[in-house]
């Protein structure tokens, strides 16, 4: 699913409903980090991918997620 500006519905959803292996696409890098710390806050194991990161972040970001070190990827 995608999501414009974090809102506590789609938190909601991925908490209760998504707590595995999901990506949350949103539009910019401030979305993303809003959602990757809300989601932190909320005891979620959860990483974030966009420009601003290093490739070296990148990698690490998508290798998290594919060893389920993180749950969610933002």
Sequence with gaps: ?????????????????????????????KDCEKTHILLGLLGVKVGQLHGGLTQTQRFKALSDFKSQSVDVLV
């Design 1 to 29: 699913f995608s999501v414009c500006i974090p809102s506590n519905p789609i938190l909601a959803l991925v908490t209760r409903n998504f707590p595995d292996h999901t990506i949350i696409f949103v539009r910019t890098k």
